[in-house]
């Protein structure tokens, strides 16, 4: 299955048109930071250590529709460069550590919306959020800097 990934149109794009891999790194590159970068700006305002003024469901409507556009992007090139380098990557530790520590973001992200968000009406103006939000930042902030991590040491152990 992965190596039929690989000769699929868009695996063989990325491995041999002129920039197939440079643009699609670029934009996967560029998604993570806006993706990430606007997440942990959220995640510091959990923490309760920056934009304490303002309140926590504010800025999340504000920054979501960028989170969630640089994540989207962040996805599909994500999804491409994998087939481009199915087999090279399932054999890649770092891919293993990186797929865990994304399904462990999606998890603190389901725990966060599911649990403590609920009861955001109580906390959301607070300038010290509660234990359970403020452990929601803290994960996230760690398991993307794990992914982040992991992506950048898989590019220099899979070739």
Not at 14 to 37: D, N, P, W
Not at 97 to 120: G, P, Q, S, V
Not at 132 to 137: F, I, P
Request: net charge positive.
């Amino acid at each position: 299955m992965l190596e039929w990934l690989e000769a699929t149109s868009v695996g063989l794009m990325i491995r041999e048109s002129a920039y197939g891999f440079q643009g699609t790194v670029a934009v996967h590159l560029m998604a993570i930071t806006l993706s990430v970068g606007t997440l942990v700006w959220f995640d510091l305002r959990l923490l309760g250590v920056s934009m304490t003024g303002y309140q926590a469901s504010m800025i999340y409507r504000r920054l979501m529709p960028w989170m969630f556009t640089g994540f989207a992007l962040m996805f599909i090139s994500g999804v491409m460069l994998f087939i481009a380098y199915a087999t090279a990557a399932y054999d890649n530790v770092y891919f293993r550590i990186k797929i865990a520590a994304m399904l462990l973001a999606a998890a603190n992200a389901f725990l966060y919306h599911r649990l403590t968000e609920r009861r955001i009406a109580d906390w959301d103006a607070s300038p010290r959020p509660p234990g359970g939000a403020r452990a929601a930042g803290l994960v996230s902030i760690c398991v993307w800097v794990v992914v982040i991590v992991a992506g950048r040491l898989m590019s220099y152990t899979m070739f």
